[in-house]
C-alpha cells in the first residue's frame, strides 16, 4: 500500500492550497483515511479524518471551519482543502489510512501512511 501526498507549496496567509493523497489500492477498502501535520520541533498532531463513506469527519479545534476533508473512492483519493491560511499552519503534512475502525484522531490508530507534503504560510 503506498499514499502519496502532493499539493504542498508556499502560501500567504489567508490564501487556500488544496492537498491531495493518492493511494495504490482502493481507498474504499479503507475502513478511514486521516491528515495529521508536524510543524518544526513539535510531535505529529491530528488535523482531520474522514470515514471510508464520507458520512464522519472529525477536525482540529485548530482547523475547524477553514479546512474540509474529503474522499473519491472512484479516483482512490484523499483530498484536503485549507482556506484561511495562517502561519500557524506550517508544518509537514501527512496521509494516513486506516483498513479496520472508525475514523480516528489518534496516530497510533493508522496502518500506512504518506511521505509528507510541506506547506508553508509566510505572514
Known amino acids: 500500500v503506498q499514499l502519496q501526498a502532493s499539493g504542498g507549496g508556499l502560501v500567504q496567509a489567508g490564501g487556500s492550497l488544496k492537498l491531495s493523497c493518492a493511494a495504490s489500492?482502493?481507498?474504499?477498502?479503507?475502513?478511514?483515511m486521516g491528515w495529521f501535520r508536524q510543524a518544526p520541533g513539535q510531535e505529529r498532531k491530528f488535523v482531520t479524518s474522514?470515514?471510508?463513506?464520507?458520512?464522519?469527519?472529525y477536525y482540529a479545534d485548530s482547523v475547524k471551519g477553514r479546512f474540509t476533508i474529503s474522499r473519491d473512492n472512484a479516483k482512490n483519493t484523499v483530498y484536503l482543502q485549507m482556506n484561511s491560511l495562517k502561519p500557524e499552519d506550517t508544518a509537514l503534512y501527512y496521509c494516513?489510512?486506516?483498513?479496520?475502525?472508525?475514523?480516528?484522531?489518534?496516530?497510533?490508530?493508522?496502518?500506512?501512511w504518506g511521505q509528507g507534503t510541506e506547506v508553508t504560510v509566510s505572514s
Open positions: 489500492g482502493r481507498t474504499a477498502s479503507y475502513s478511514a
Open positions: 474522514i470515514s471510508w463513506n464520507g458520512g464522519t469527519t
Open positions: 494516513a489510512a486506516r483498513v479496520i475502525g472508525w475514523a480516528s484522531m489518534d496516530n497510533d490508530d493508522y496502518h500506512y
